[in-house]
């Protein structure tokens, strides 16, 4: 089973960036969908960003679009979320998952593989 690890997360001050990546051993992202989801202080899992590596598209909730960009690493195994001018309401635990049908996006919490998770704090 492969195994993803967040990094990256930290605190910043309202409207500062961080720059997340997650990192796949014992495959490649070749062929999967790998997104990032979110859970909030007390509240569900949500959809934050999203590729196929093998297209040409990316997805984004509404709260993050213009702010947050998804993108391949220089490597088949690495994803990075870049998260610029970050909001009170950005503050959470931010996973990176995969799985074959984008259910990152469709049913956040069902995707085949998980990190760890990496925490973001955002102070105003």
């Known amino acids: 089973q492969a195994q993803l690890t967040e990094s990256g997360g930290g605190l910043v001050q309202a409207g500062g960036s961080l720059r997340l990546t997650c990192k796949v051993k014992?495959?490649?992202?070749?062929?999967?969908?790998v997104g990032w989801v979110r859970q909030p202080p007390e509240k569900d899992l949500e959809f934050v960003a999203g590729l196929l590596w093998s297209g040409d598209s990316s997805e984004y909730a509404d709260s993050v679009k213009g702010r947050f960009t998804i993108s391949r690493g220089n490597a088949r195994n690495m994803v990075v979320l870049q998260m610029n001018s970050l909001q009170p309401d950005d503050p959470a635990t931010y996973y990176c998952?995969?799985?074959?049908?984008?259910?990152?996006?469709?049913?956040?919490?069902?995707?085949?593989?998980w990190g760890q998770g990496t925490q973001v704090t955002v102070s105003s």
């Open positions: 014992g495959r490649t992202f070749n062929g999967y969908a």
């Open positions: 998952a995969t799985d074959f049908t984008f259910r990152v996006q469709t049913t956040p919490g069902t995707s085949d593989d």
